[in-house]
């Protein structure tokens, strides 16, 4: 390998040190994994690798830089019976990023699938609704999973409605009994050879506990084992809890699929919302966009104002009442938080 630069994807990151499934043609070579820490000068450049990262790795004794071995890791999957760790590779570029979060530390996530149940727990609106706002600030697009269709027929296609309404695209399964799941995952093939421009597609899985994320991965990849549910439950227990992330390589399609499995978002742990400014809001709600601007008041804050557009559409039954409820209290959430407070967050 010696004088080769190699393109990879960053999977894993535990303790300075970064798994990196490397990718040949745009394709990954199953079962590879290599062992690389960032380079000296990101640390001076103020810049961290993250799991979703599109990397390129030099051989360390090539970069000019010494090949030390990092102490002790953290991640016992790397680490040898005892001690240190001889790392070879240097993460020398890292790939412009389509989006980067810091809870949980993930970069270039293109879907978000947001789960929630028809029944059993009890659906809760406000926790997919600022799901979809999460993913919009930052580019992601949202689909909307109504698990448990078995469950409830009719208040689970009552929820498909609110969000087609909304402008998501919507999937009505039950990934107990198995049905509906034909067409997620033929969606999840489709999206797999889209193409992002980044080299991979990939997704993450949130919702309230119980509504059946674990259950539609097992489902969806089985090709992962119990892997995923296994690490997600495992982790929820640990330290590590809403920082967790690893991104698995995944069958879907053409194989272009990677799943970030991370307890982070179903954590709810953005539920501050400290990245987003009050008056963008609004821009967070998809079924809004075209109201803009068209509002009576400029300064309309779209919850009683006379002339509001986008209670107009409320009102003609174009926009879900359930999602403007949701953006009433997001918006009191947000105004409880002194502005500053809400940058020191
Ligand atoms: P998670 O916490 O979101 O990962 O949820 P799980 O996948 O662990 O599912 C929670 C419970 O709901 C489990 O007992 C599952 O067997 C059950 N479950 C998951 N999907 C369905 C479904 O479509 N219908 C029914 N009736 N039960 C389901
Ligand atoms: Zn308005």
Same mark, same amino acid.
């Given at each position: ?201 990939? #997704?993450? /899985?949130?919702? *309230?506990?119980?509504? !059946?994320? &674990?259950? @539609?991965?097992?489902?969806? %990849?089985?090709? +992962? ?29 053409? #194989?272009? /699929?990677?799943? *970030?499995?991370?307890? !982070?978002? &179903?954590? @709810?742990?953005?539920?501050? %919302?400290?990245? +987003? ?29 006379? #002339? ?38």
């Amino acid at each position: 390998m010696a004088g080769s630069l190699i393109r990879g994807i960053i999977s894993r990151g535990v303790g300075g040190l970064y798994a990196v499934r490397p990718v040949f043609d745009g394709k990954y070579e199953p079962g590879t994994e290599l062992l690389a820490r960032a380079r000296g000068s990101f640390r001076i450049q103020n810049i961290t690798p993250l799991v979703g990262d599109v990397v390129t790795l030099a051989p360390a004794d090539e970069m000019n830089e010494q090949a030390e071995p990092v102490h002790g890791t953290a991640d016992r999957r790397q680490r040898g019976k005892k001690g240190d760790v001889r790392v070879d590779w240097v993460i020398s570029e890292i790939s412009g990023r389509k989006n980067s979060m810091i809870r949980p530390p993930l970069a270039n996530l293109d879907y978000l699938f947001a789960v929630i149940p028809a029944a059993s727990p009890e659906p809760d609106l406000l926790t997919v609704d600022k799901l979809t706002v999460i993913a919009e600030n930052y580019g992601i697009e949202s689909v909307i999973i109504v698990n448990k269709a078995d469950l409830d027929r009719r208040r689970a296609a009552g929820i498909a409605d609110i969000y087609s309404l909304a402008g998501y695209r919507v999937f009505t399964v039950s990934a107990e009994t198995g049905d509906g799941m034909d067409g997620l995952a033929g969606f999840l093939g489709e999206i797999s050879e889209s193409g992002t421009g980044k080299g991979y597609v990939s #997704g993450a /899985f949130a919702g *309230a506990s119980g509504a !059946g994320k &674990s259950t @539609l991965m097992t489902h969806l %990849f089985p090709e +992962l084992g119990l892997a995923t549910g296994a690490v997600s439950r495992k982790t929820e227990r640990g330290r590590h809890t809403t920082r967790h992330v690893e991104l698995y390589p995944t069958d879907a399609g053409n #194989g272009d /699929f990677w799943l *970030a499995d991370t307890p !982070g978002f &179903s954590l @709810l742990d953005f539920t501050r %919302f400290n990245f +987003l400014p009050t008056d963008e809001l609004p821009y967070s709600f998809r079924e809004f966009a075209d109201s803009m601007g068209k509002c009576r008041y400029r300064k309309c804050t779209h919850t009683k104002e006379e #002339g509001c557009a986008v209670l107009e559409k409320l009102s003609r039954g174009e926009i879900p009442p359930s999602r403007h409820e949701s953006y009433m209290k997001i918006l009191e959430e947000q105004r409880s938080v002194p502005e500053w407070k809400r940058k020191q967050m």
